[in-house]
């Protein structure tokens, strides 16, 4: 009988249909190509998943507590483009230059937060215009052209975040070490401390929480920083590993990742988010890109699975809710 409630209680998370999509994801791509985990496929599928996975792991932060940001993606490109320009034109070092590129986007973050927390403009409607800002800004600074960025090579920073090492043929990226420190550090933040009850405060009933003490305007405004943060973070590792600082860089991503999050469990009007969906969504879709091409499925069908994938989880999420609402 503990059994039979243990196994119930399991069902009921909103990680079981995520977790299970994913592996039969990883069957039915391996059977019908065994190269698909092969050492150098997975290799390079991780390489590109962990850095968007950075902004999902905000995102996932954020979402809980009842907002969303549309300007990551932008902020992915505008900042390599930052450092890149301020490198490269020899007024900073490699390190300033990263250090002022975060700064910047801690700052586009803000003020996202303070236009959503001050002035009540809803979080699609901000972060939108930030996004035609931030873009037309990167684009605007380069005339549309990638930044050179292969001078960084030999620099610590550069190693730090983008080094990598070889084990039996499968190459890894220190994005990776730095992506799984997130993850841990982002989950422990959500579930184990004060912080964390804040933000699932804030977007489960914001005025209750507010009644209780909680900051919720400055929980909201830190948590737009972090996510601005994440998406610099994630731009720069890119543009280092693919050595192409582009203004157009991470177009579409923040749909992409807000997809993810979504898949992953987090719901969408707030209160409740779970890291480790949101990882395994991370993991569902760039998997699902990767495989749909080594099958032979041409690439621009991609949006279809996607599409097909999120309202099949989201009509999944909902019927285990009803169920473990009804206690059956």
Request: proline fraction near 3%; glycine fraction near 12%.
């Amino acid at each position: 009988m503990q059994q039979h409630s243990i196994l119930q209680r399991f069902i009921a998370k909103p990680e079981f249909g995520p977790l299970v999509l994913l592996v039969l994801e990883l069957v039915v791509f391996w059977s019908l190509n065994p190269s698909f985990l092969s050492p150098q496929n997975i290799g390079n599928t991780l390489a590109f998943t962990v850095e968007l996975g950075l902004i999902a792991l905000a995102m996932t932060l954020l979402m809980t507590s009842g907002e969303f940001d549309l300007s990551v993606g932008s902020v992915f490109g505008f900042s390599a483009v930052l450092m890149w320009t301020l490198f490269n034109a020899g007024l900073v070092s490699l390190e300033i230059a990263f250090l002022i590129a975060i700064a910047v986007s801690m700052v586009i973050g803000y003020v996202n937060g303070w236009f959503v927390t001050r002035l009540n403009i809803p979080s699609f409607l901000v972060t939108l215009g930030m996004l035609l800002v931030v873009r037309g800004t990167a684009l605007y600074v380069t005339d549309g052209f990638p930044q050179r960025t292969w001078s960084a090579e030999g620099s610590w920073l550069a190693s730090a975040l983008v080094g990598s090492v070889t084990i039996g043929g499968l190459r890894l990226y220190m994005s990776v070490v730095w992506f799984v420190l997130a993850a841990i550090g982002t989950h422990y933040l959500l579930t184990q401390t004060k912080a964390g009850n804040w933000i699932q405060a804030s977007g489960g009933n914001p005025n209750a929480a507010r009644a209780r003490g909680v900051n919720v305007s400055r929980t909201k405004v830190a948590l737009f920083m972090f996510s601005s943060a994440m998406a610099a973070l994630a731009g720069i590792i890119s543009s280092i590993r693919t050595s192409a600082a582009n203004p157009n860089s991470g177009t579409g991503y923040e749909l992409e990742v807000i997809a993810m999050v979504v898949i992953g469990g987090t719901v969408l009007t707030g209160g409740r988010g779970t890291i480790i969906g949101t990882v395994i969504g991370i993991f569902i879709l760039r998997i699902m890109r990767n495989g749909i091409v080594m099958i032979g499925v041409p690439g621009l069908a991609y949006n279809i699975f996607i599409g097909a994938i999120i309202l099949g989880m989201m009509a999944l999420h909902s019927w285990l809710e009803r169920r473990h609402n009804a206690g059956t």
